[in-house]
């Protein structure tokens, strides 16, 4: 069956651009987060959406960044005013109910943003 | 302060040694304690987590409470083990994501 998918692979913006992530999850995971994968720092948190529930936006790093999930499916994660320590792979991940341990997350193939 | 360390960015070995691929974790409450593992040009996936207490490809961890470590083993290394690990923690409480260490990346040396 599909697995998590993003788009675009790969994007290559100038500093102070907007740019947009979609992810795509596994139909019928209730649970999706997104997480930054930098070099030297691993992966770092960023968001979290349940179902109908307020999103955990604990791991943002600014109020430049912001992602909304519409439908309870597709996901878009969006930064502002991008600068060039955005630069980064981000990864989405689902899985079915939440953070039980029982659950496992699935991992997309990540979007690689370049910032200028 | 949920954090998880793994002191080796890089590991070398040869084919056919023992493998031990380091992972401390800080946390307050009982936390549940997973590997993933992303090989060249893949996705980031689930190699094992501590409940289930499995075997996969031959790596075993044990959680050690006491030390608060969660080290990934395996007796004999493969050159298709050459890849990033990640050691991850979550709170378990249900509502919290997970915890990534910086990595390792393995390589294993023919």
Redesign the interface.
């Known amino acids: 069956g599909a ?1 998590v998918s993003q788009s675009p692979s790969n994007k290559v913006t100038e500093k102070g651009k907007d740019v947009e992530l979609r992810c795509d999850p596994i139909s019928g995971h209730t649970a999706l ?1 997104w ?1 930054r994968q930098s070099l ?6 960023l968001i ?1 959406f ?1 179902g109908n529930s307020a999103p ?1 936006k604990s ?1 943002l790093p600014s109020d430049r960044f912001s992602a909304e999930r519409t439908g309870g499916s597709v996901s878009t994660l969006t930064i502002q005013r991008t600068q060039q320590e955005d630069s980064a792979v981000y ?1 989405c ?1 689902s899985s079915r109910t ?5 659950n ?7 979007t690689r943003l370049t910032v200028l | 302060a949920q954090r998880v360390t ?1 002191p080796e960015k890089l590991l070398s070995v040869f084919k056919g040694a023992p493998v031990e691929l380091k992972c401390n974790y800080s946390y307050s409450g009982s936390p ?1 304690l997973f590997w993933y593992v992303q090989y060249s040009r893949q ?4 190699l094992l ?1 501590h ?1 289930s207490r499995e075997s996969i490809k031959g790596f075993t961890a044990d959680l050690n409470k006491g030390e608060t470590s969660f080290h990934l083993k395996k007796p004999f290394a493969q050159e298709e083990d050459s890849a990033m690990y ?1 050691c991850a923690l ?1 709170g ?12 390792t990346r393995l390589s294993v040396i023919a």
């Not at chain 1, 030297?40 to 948190?45: C, I």
């Not at chain 2, 996705?43 to 689930?46: A, F, S, T, V």
């Not at chain 2, 378990?92 to 990595?103: A, E």
């Open positions: 697995g987060y997480y030297g720092q691993g992966l770092e948190f979290y349940q955990d791991g990864l991940a939440g953070t039980s341990v029982y496992e997350q699935f991992f997309g193939p990540g | 793994q549940e996705r980031l996936q689930l987590r409940i990640y979550s378990g409480s249900g509502n919290t994501p997970l915890v990534f260490g910086k990595g």
